[in-house]
């Protein structure tokens, strides 16, 4: 079984954003998310930590609405198409990436402190414990402005899948398909990402299995607001969770 690290360096990482649909999409949905959630920068020096950053689905929505964004992710590949991208977008200069742990997360929080911390598209899962969450949690907390706004996004995997339900077509083209098999443990979800390559007349397959924890809503619920965080949000939308919570 591979780590979590390992399994982006060698696998995932050079196709994640082909294999979520190309950015397009995921950033204008974030950009909106942060107006109509009223979470935009609010004054012009208002600095942002984006943890799992990945490729910059968010980072660059926060970088285009204001914030000055840290970009934490331990992906050197992905953390190299988000300057790429961010460079085209015209805003590197907000932007400062940084390679590493986001258990480490103490390690690396912006100056000033962030008035916004993210964490999105299922990127909580990949730590590997609870205990993990939790020391999260309060190291997010304690390195947030008073009055900013924790979110975290996380998928929902508590209902188990069964039989063929475990097998989940996530794209496919002429030349590349690739394909989520899940397994269920009593805390932890097995993940295999099966990449089918076309080669020639016949196709290549490549197996990545890595670990993620299944998150209990109510757990989350119950950590953030033991690190004195209030609750102002919590959505489920296609078996996503999004929750926001305010340092007061
Ligand atoms: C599912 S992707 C999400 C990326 C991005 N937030 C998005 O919504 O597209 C998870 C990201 O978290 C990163 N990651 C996972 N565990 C990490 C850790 N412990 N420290 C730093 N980055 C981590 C991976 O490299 C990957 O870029």
């Not at 950009?31 to 208002?46: H, I, Q």
């Not at 000055?68 to 988000?82: K, P, Q, W």
């Not at 924890?213 to 004195?228: K, Y």
């Amino acid at each position: 079984m591979a780590t979590a690290k390992d399994h982006y360096d060698s696998h995932l990482a050079p196709i994640y954003t082909w294999m979520r649909g190309g950015a397009a999409g995921p950033r204008r949905q974030f950009a909106e998310f942060l107006r109509d959630r009223g979470l935009l920068p609010s004054r012009p020096e208002a600095t942002a930590l984006d943890l799992g950053a990945g490729s910059g689905f968010q980072t660059l929505p926060l970088a285009e609405a204001g914030y000055t964004v840290t970009a934490l992710d331990f992906s050197e590949i992905l953390l190299a198409e988000l300057a790429h991208d961010a460079a085209a977008a015209g805003v590197t200069h907000r932007i400062r990436p940084i390679l590493g742990d986001m258990r480490e997360l103490s390690r690396h929080g912006p100056s000033p402190a962030p008035e916004l911390i993210v964490c999105l598209g299922d990127t909580l899962t990949h730590l590997t414990s609870t205990a993990h969450v939790t020391r999260l949690i309060s190291d997010a907390t304690a390195a947030l402005a008073r009055g900013g706004h924790l979110v975290l996004g996380y998928r929902d995997y508590s209902l188990a899948r069964h039989g063929a339900d475990r097998f989940i077509p996530v794209r496919s083209e002429a030349d590349r398909i690739f394909t989520c098999f899940l397994e269920y443990g009593q805390t932890h979800l097995t993940v295999h990402d099966i990449v089918h390559v076309r080669d020639g007349a016949g196709w290549n397959m490549k197996v990545s299995v890595f670990e993620k924890i299944r998150l209990d809503p109510a757990f989350l619920r119950d950590r953030l607001r033991a690190a004195g965080l209030t609750l102002v949000h919590d959505e489920v939308t296609a078996g996503t969770h999004t929750v926001i919570a305010r340092k007061t």
